[in-house]
């Protein structure tokens, strides 16, 4: 039985949209203290103790640079929303980027972001803000508690399309083995720039530890105060707000009422007005006959889901 085979008779049962099991919880766990709360304390650890060198500041921007694009254009453009069409080559290099990112391995975020789009601030949304007795617990359980202990949404349920992809999944599998090279990479070469045994515990912590915490912090940003404060440019059933601010640090998720009203656009900020650096990427990539099929809604679209000043 081949994999499409496989995966099709599996999808025609019946399936439950969530799960959980102790297995489950105990992986969940190691996740959340490793790739969640131990970049805390090195960050802290490399801005008292280990002042950067230029090389370790070199080694937080690409590291950082490349992580977000992969958990952005890759995790979030494309496998959640299929907003384009990568070759091969840029689809497996996402997916390692978002990978070495350590927000989960890509096609299970992907699930549960297509299940954040299904219950967006209510009742089933994995990390709303919007379901908490203060506005300060909210803010706390989208950007990190959620992640502690949750149900799984069923990939079979979920992201059918992304199961039966055999380049996606060829990546996908390595997820720790991706986490372990993000690790050590820095290290390394900050120990060959060095020459010296404490370069691998500097690249270490500023390559990895530092970077997974701004990384880990952008999108507890998103899920916390994009869907608390700010302005909403069209109208939907959620409470996703825009922060023009935020644009250069998210490549330009955080006009995320855009977003909302248009998911399955390629180019979030919508407007040539609104910086997006995650579009003008795509649009790179199309340009050198690496993406096709970018999704963007026509203009008229977009003006028919403004909300006029009377609304507003
Ligand atoms: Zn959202
Ligand atoms: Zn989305």
Redesign the pocket.
Known sequence: MDNNTKVDSVLSEEKSPMMFDERMAKTQMWHFLILTCLPIPLTVAAFVWFPPTLTNILEFLVMWFLTLVGVICGS?RYL??RSFEPVKSLKQSLVALACMGGQGPPVVWAAF?RR??QFTDKDGDPHTPNQHNSKYNGVFHAAFGWMKRHEYPNPMVYVPDLLRDEEIGAVNKHYYKWIALAMILPALVEFAVTQKPIGLLTGFLWGWGVRSFVLSSTIGYINSLNHLIGTKTFQTRDNSRNHWWMTIITLGESFHNN?HAF?RSAHVGLYARNLDIGYGLIKLWQWMGLASNVQVPTPQRVESRKISKEES
Request: overall charge neutral; charged content about 0%; glycine content about 0%.
């Open positions: 979030h959640s929303h972001h954040h789009h977003h998911p």
